[in-house]
């Protein structure tokens, strides 16, 4: 296979205290490459499954590693007296800051073959991190769920394969590794393939591929494999290279979140004013009407400016600054939509949250909204259901929600925002809960219920099967 060797392993924290939202910014980072041919993924696993040995061999195999950092980990191995090179080490760097607490910490790493370029949201596969796996899977296709062999389907493993499905996460990869240590048995890999397939297909969850892997000895992850001679399905790369990705901005309604507005009021440009921030979701045309939210207020875009010039037209996940007819009043957190199909605003919220942190949420609690590149104040009013991993069945009636928790709530907010359905807008429908005490990220939100509520039943229609 012919593999480019532009290794860009950006190793890179999403600011904590952004987290979701870091997490989607951080990942349209790589709108160098060309859209079509990049492919978002995550990994998920608990822990000692394998997942930093197993995103060690990617690199590895696809020669997306320095020779220095290839050195390095060679010679490190040899002192601990292994005689494999411990692909681990290669992304061990970031486990030692990791360990100290951080509550929102997704490393992105940049590789790429000839066909396709890769962006690795890296997660830590501890229990109390499903706030990371939410990070990282934000803006995934594609979801790489690590099981052991030895251990088969755990709650983990259930719990990433939920929040792959409540994130909309198209594709799943069940990568069942350490297969040398059940002796490449195809009757183990088929027992743990079936029973996730399953798990999966109650979830909404239909494109599923288990692939039998030894991520430590490299089978079936670049190479394929001698040892399973029963298995006729692609590697671990051949997939997340033929994976179809739709990435149609056209198909999706503009917004365009206020970053910054641009008065630079210099004798050359006295009396320019320009709107800077990224396309989050659609298309934005020169002369189109547009509609400033939560105002209402309806003008038109007369300008699109970037570095490299002005465009008639540019499309998410583009960074560029609008000019407008009218001197309207906009503010950073203000959202463009298109005056002809503007989205809902409003300031009472319901909502599905993934519950990130230690102590349990408090009714009548007041917490901070970040949504997009507003922030406002809020009262979380009431939990109505959380969801149970185990037989996704919703229960309600609860009052809170602790660590790890998927449940419904309402929320009430002091000043109305855009509330675009999560289902219909991955990109805009996503908000985090942060603590206005002190910053932490409490909660990773989608707006609507109909994520939970499509979850619910699930088990039904699984026996149904
Ligand atoms: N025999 C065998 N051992 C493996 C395989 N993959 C990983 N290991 C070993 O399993 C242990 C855990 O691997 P890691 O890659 O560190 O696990 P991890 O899932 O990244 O761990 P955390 O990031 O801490 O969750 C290490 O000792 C690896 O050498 C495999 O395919 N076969």
Redesign the pocket.
């Known amino acids: 296979m012919g593999t480019t060797m532009t290794q860009q392993d950006h190793d890179e924290r999403a600011d904590p205290a952004a987290g979701l939202a870091a997490g989607l910014a951080a990942g349209h980072r790589a709108s160098t490459h060309h859209e079509r041919d990049l492919l978002r993924l995550a990994t998920a696993?608990?822990?000692?499954?394998?997942?930093?040995?197993?995103i060690?061999r990617l690199l590895y195999d696809t020669k997306s590693v320095l020779a220095d950092q290839l050195a390095a980990v060679e010679r490190a191995s040899q002192a601990r007296g292994g005689e494999v090179v411990?692909l681990?080490l290669l992304?061990?760097g970031l486990?030692a800051e990791r360990e100290q607490g951080i509550t929102i910490d997704v490393a992105y790493r940049y590789f790429s073959t000839a066909t396709r370029a890769f962006v690795l949201a890296d997660t830590?596969?501890?229990v109390q991190y499903t706030r990371n796996m939410v990070t990282g899977a934000s803006t995934a296709e594609l979801a790489i769920v690590?099981v052991d062999a030895r251990k088969g389907v755990l709650e983990q493993t259930r719990r990433h394969a939920t929040i792959a499905a409540l994130l909309g996460v198209p594709h799943v990869v069940l990568a069942v590794?350490?297969?040398?240590?059940v002796g490449f048995d195809e009757a183990t890999f088929t027992a743990i393939a079936d029973e996730f397939t399953l798990y999966a297909a109650g979830l909404g969850v239909h494109d599923v591929r288990a692939i039998p892997?030894?991520?430590?000895?490299g089978?079936n992850v670049v190479d394929r494999s001698a040892r399973t001679p029963w298995y006729a399905g692609p590697t671990l790369l051949e997939h997340l290279e033929a994976v179809p990705v739709d990435r149609d901005p056209t198909t999706e309604p503009l917004r365009f979140p206020v970053q910054y507005v641009i008065r630079p009021q210099t004798p050359d440009h006295p009396d320019y004013r320009g709107y800077a921030g990224r396309i989050a979701s659609g298309v934005v045309r020169v002369g189109e009407d547009v509609v400033v939210l939560p105002s209402g207020r309806r003008t038109s875009v007369v300008g699109i400016d970037t570095f490299d010039g002005e465009l008639d037209v540019a499309h998410a996940p583009q960074s560029v600054t609008l000019r407008l007819a009218d001197d309207v009043d906009i503010s950073r957190g203000d959202v463009l939509a298109p005056a002809a199909d503007a989205p809902v605003t409003g300031a009472d919220l319901t909502g599905t949250l993934c519950w990130l942190a230690d102590a349990p949420s408090v009714p009548g609690a007041r917490v901070l909204v970040r949504s997009g590149t507003r922030t406002v104040r809020a009262i979380l009013r009431t939990v109505d259901s959380r969801l149970h991993i185990d037989t996704l069945t919703v229960e309600p009636g609860v009052d809170r929600l602790a660590l790890n928790d998927i449940g419904t709530v309402q929320l009430r907010l002091a000043e109305p925002i855009v509330l675009d359905d999560y289902a219909e807008h991955r990109r805009t429908g996503a908000f985090l809960l942060v603590d206005p005490a002190d910053g932490t990220t409490l909660a990773a939100g989608m707006v609507g219920p109909s994520t939970v509520v499509g979850l619910a039943g699930a088990e039904e229609r699984c026996r149904a099967l």
Request: proline share 3%.
């Open positions: 696993g608990s822990v000692d499954d394998g997942k930093s040995t197993l060690g411990d681990a992304t061990d486990r830590p596969g501890h690590l590794n350490k297969m040398d240590l892997l030894s991520a430590l000895a089978d």
